[in-house]
């Protein structure tokens, strides 16, 4: 086989998917509802697209969290405004917001601690099509590293605490 004959060979193949990637696109086909679950292989590329992607952008991230209890009890505060509608937390076991997401988003109230640069980064910029926003458009990073702080605490806590720790001060 000559050069030209694969060369051809592999336009054509790229022409043939690029049409068929259309004409699926293009149907509506796919069901594209949070209320639908996706396929076995869409949901394994994009999961593997997510965490490939917050890999390649988290891992020169320097992490910043601390153990400071002032700034995990700051992180607390921000995690109980923006986050446990959807992530929940120690002693709040379900949320009606949280219902309706999918793919739905990860307890972190019972997950093992993320990497830090991890975190940081998710809260930060947010994952499309996930209803992750990106609070780093709201919050500077020390309100971000502290809230990193407190998730990576929080597993470990008592719903007590997480409710001490969430309130304002003097409330």
Same mark, same amino acid.
Request: glycine share 8%.
């Given at each position: 086989?000559?050069?030209?004959? =694969? *060369?051809?060979?592999?336009?054509? &193949?790229?022409?043939? !998917?690029? #049409?068929?990637?259309?004409?699926?696109?293009? +149907?509506?086909?796919?069901? =594209? *509802?949070?209320?639908?679950?996706? &396929?076995?292989?869409? !949901?394994? #590329?994009?999961?593997?697209?997510?965490?490939? +992607?917050?890999?390649?952008?988290?891992?020169?991230?320097?992490?910043?969290?601390?153990?400071?209890?002032?700034?995990?009890?700051?992180?607390?505060?921000?995690?109980?405004?923006?986050?446990?509608?959807?992530?929940?937390?120690?002693?709040?076991?379900?949320?009606?917001?949280?219902?309706?997401?999918?793919?739905?988003?990860?307890?972190?109230?019972?997950?093992?601690?993320?990497?830090?640069?991890?975190?940081?980064?998710?809260?930060?910029?947010?994952?499309?099509?996930?209803?992750?926003?990106?609070?780093?458009?709201?919050?500077?990073?020390?309100?971000?590293?502290?809230?990193?702080?407190?998730?990576?605490?929080?597993?470990?806590?008592?719903?007590?605490?997480?409710?001490?720790?969430?309130?304002?001060?003097?409330?």
């Amino acid at each position: 086989m000559s050069g030209k004959t =694969i *060369g051809l060979t592999v336009v054509g &193949t790229l022409a043939v !998917l690029a #049409i068929g990637g259309a004409a699926f696109i293009g +149907s509506g086909i796919y069901d =594209i *509802g949070a209320d639908d679950h996706h &396929t076995k292989i869409a !949901l394994t #590329i994009i999961e593997q697209l997510r965490e490939r +992607s917050i890999a390649a952008r988290s891992s020169s991230i320097e992490a910043h969290f601390v153990e400071d209890p002032v700034r995990i009890a700051a992180g607390a505060q921000h995690y109980s405004v923006l986050c446990v509608g959807c992530h929940l937390a120690p002693g709040v076991t379900k949320s009606d917001v949280r219902r309706g997401l999918y793919p739905h988003p990860p307890n972190l109230a019972q997950e093992e601690p993320q990497q830090a640069q991890r975190a940081f980064w998710v809260i930060k910029h947010g994952i499309k099509m996930s209803a992750m926003p990106a609070w780093g458009m709201t919050l500077d990073d020390a309100a971000i590293w502290d809230t990193v702080a407190f998730i990576r605490k929080m597993p470990d806590m008592t719903p007590e605490t997480y409710q001490h720790l969430s309130q304002e001060p003097g409330k």
